[in-house]
């Protein structure tokens, strides 16, 4: 089995006691490459150098949302010159979330602007997060650039409609551990009706471990469990889920 892991946050804390073992733990059981997302720039920096610390580790670099108020010129400069590391295969986490709403929604908005314009000079795809802001996220993406994007909506935790607008705009729907959760039975049609040609799978590690470890610590080898679901929705192996849903990563982010 070939995995690709492609949101985790392994230079976390929650990581620092066995950082080593849990990599290695996942690729025995078949999970190969993993993308390691910054949230702000202190934190990018931590994992552009795990992803050199460690061959099949590849990462991205942005402000999540909730960070963005802390954002300012001199982070953001430093920031845009870690896209150029070898390493960097993406811009991310960025986007809005209106569920905790920690930072303001303008200031949201105005930073995603700018890595959008990022996105288009650099030509790396961008990771978005979106939670409870997918209409607003629709009106800058569409008003912003030319289609299509290249690019993944990460953690993916809306509904069948809302996905064939980003489909349409070019995206890939990439869905982690909440797609096993017994009540997200809207979220497991979406994953059914993902063409696979734009499926992706995920952990967002150390969060959102899948049903059967909830509320422990998330690890890259328990997307497999995630897998099986994709796996049988899709009518078809969790070894051609698998598959199939590197390619699709490879294809995206060049790894």
């Not at 949201?108 to 996220?137: G, M, N, S, V």
């Not at 994709?230 to 982010?253: C, D």
Request: with cysteine.
């Amino acid at each position: 089995m070939n995995l690709t892991d492609t949101h985790i946050h392994l230079h976390f804390p929650q990581y620092d006691a066995d950082r080593k073992e849990v990599i290695e733990r996942a690729i025995r059981g078949g999970v190969s490459s993993f993308l390691n997302i910054g949230t702000d720039l202190e934190d990018s920096r931590k994992a552009v150098a795990i992803a050199e610390q460690y061959p099949e580790v590849y990462a991205a670099v942005g402000f999540h949302p909730h960070e963005t108020k802390t954002a300012n010129p001199e982070d953001l400069a430093e920031l845009e010159k870690l896209l150029t590391h070898p390493k960097v295969v993406a811009i991310g986490e960025v986007g809005l979330d209106y569920f905790h709403e920690h930072s303001p929604r303008g200031v949201q908005e105005k930073l995603l602007q700018t890595f959008l314009a990022w996105y288009e000079q650099y030509r790396k795809p961008i990771i978005i997060h979106c939670r409870d802001a997918y209409e607003d996220l629709l009106r800058i993406l569409r008003e912003h650039t030319k289609l299509p994007y290249r690019g993944t909506l990460h953690c993916y935790s809306s509904d069948v409609v809302t996905m064939k607008k980003y489909l349409d705009l070019g995206f890939h729907i990439a869905f982690g551990g909440a797609l096993t959760y017994k009540k997200n039975d809207g979220l497991r049609e979406a994953c059914a009706l993902c063409p696979k040609d734009r499926l992706l799978l995920e952990t967002d590690g150390p969060y959102l471990a899948p049903q059967s470890k909830r509320g422990k610590r998330n690890e890259p080898l328990y997307m497999i469990e995630t897998a099986e679901c994709a796996a049988g929705l899709h009518g078809m192996s969790v070894e051609k889920i698998a598959e199939l849903t590197t390619m699709n990563a490879e294809r995206l982010f060049g790894l």
